[in-house]
């Protein structure tokens, strides 16, 4: 069996037990994410992976490895890639079930019940193991004090397969659209990523608000701080 292993060196003052990383790999070596493998010290350990580009080959050109660590103190890891000829594919499962409805997102996996109102922009994290519930919203208000009213919303679902089982066990909800005031002025356009990570039990929130209008100034020139 060919083994091509690649050492990956950490942060020293990466105090965080998520890592995440990206992975370039030449020309037709990787065909499938199942010959990818992450190993500490010798020894498999579950991580995800979600491919980010192609070669024109359509083999894998890069790709983003996501794994959690509880253990600190750790600075070195090894990707291990095998032979695509010594796979045995199979399917790849999932270990969480997606309801998509017009107005709400529901996920639930071993571990927890997320639900996303699309229209209101309030959510609930349950954590079923611990009995706990988390509630959120993203409602804006602008500098008048006027709620802002989310709309054109549009979503995606991003799967990232384990590296150690044959499952997607890793995922992120990706909303986006726009946030409008009662006069209809220019609107704000936002995104929100909700990302789960299986085996930490943890939720990752991003949110990022956009202002589409361009600012105007005197003569189209800026403002570059020249001292003259």
């Not at 070195?76 to 969480?96: A, G, Q």
């Not at 995104?191 to 991003?206: H, P, S």
Request: aromatic share 8%.
């Amino acid at each position: 069996m060919q083994v091509i292993k690649i050492p990956v060196q950490l942060k020293s003052d990466n105090n965080s037990p998520l890592i995440q990383f990206g992975l370039p790999i030449s020309l037709g070596v990787l065909k499938s994410l199942k010959q990818l493998s992450i190993e500490l010290n010798g020894v498999p350990i579950e991580a995800s992976a979600q491919v980010t580009s192609h070669w024109n080959d359509n083999s894998i050109k890069s790709c983003l490895v996501n794994l959690y660590l509880a253990c600190s103190h750790i600075d070195k890891l090894e990707v291990i890639i095998v032979s695509y000829s010594d796979l045995e594919l199979t399917p790849v499962e999932d270990i969480f079930a997606l309801n998509i409805g017009r107005p709400a997102i529901n996920l639930q996996t071993q571990n927890l019940n997320f639900s996303y109102d699309m229209i209101s922009s309030n959510f609930e994290l349950k954590h079923i193991n611990q009995t706990t519930t988390q509630l959120g919203n993203f409602n804006l208000k602008d500098a008048l004090g006027t709620q802002l009213v989310p709309s054109r919303l549009n979503y995606q679902i991003v799967k990232k397969q384990s590296l150690l089982t044959l499952q997607n066990s890793d995922l992120e909800i990706i909303i986006d659209g726009e946030y409008v005031d009662q006069q209809k002025q220019v609107p704000c356009l936002f995104k929100i990523t909700f990302a789960f990570y299986k085996d930490g039990e943890l939720l990752n929130i991003q949110l990022n608000i956009h202002n589409p209008k361009a600012a105007e100034h005197n003569m189209g020139l800026w403002d570059l701080g020249d001292p003259n």
